[in-house]
């Protein structure tokens, strides 16, 4: 299950890990209205939390290919966005995997210390984000559906972004998304 929290983990540390200046104002989010579904923009099975407009991190799209992703493949995420704020040392991530109605994890892990495993570190600066990275995917993952959550959040405990995901393992090694 180690596998689980790896990749969610990298996913999204790495959305809010590339270093940029380019500045930026909160004027430039996309507003969200009642007739929007809450799918992160791009091909994979990301969705945000809720409806939002206030978030630090602003995703433009994030791509798996293949995807859905496939157990012993080399699986490759590309993701951009925006990041209103500087991310200091103290940032965290609210992590939950469920393996069906089973929780595997519910954990708090340090923003700062997962963005280490991209090669990158805190303070992260606030700007334009394209992260692109490849991620073998071992053979041995055990089928069956997981359901992850990441709650991100600055030292402060203002919101950088929540998303969640669902993927299904089928016994042949494929992915299905839901």
Known sequence: MRFSTSLLAFLFASLVASK???????????ILDDDTDLRVPGDSPLEFCQKTTD???EIDHVNLDPNPPQAGQVLTIEASGLLHERVEEGAYVNLQVKYGLIRLI???????????????ECPLEKGKLVVTKDVELPKEIPPGKYTVLADVYNVDNEKITCLT???VFPRTGNGIFF
């Open 55 to 57: 978030d630090i991190l």
């Open 165 to 167: 995901a669902t993927v």
């Open 106 to 120: 519910n954990q708090r892990a340090d923003l700062c210390e997962q963005v280490k495993n991209v090669d990158m």
């Open 20 to 30: 940029s200046t380019v500045a930026s104002s909160r004027e430039t989010l996309h």
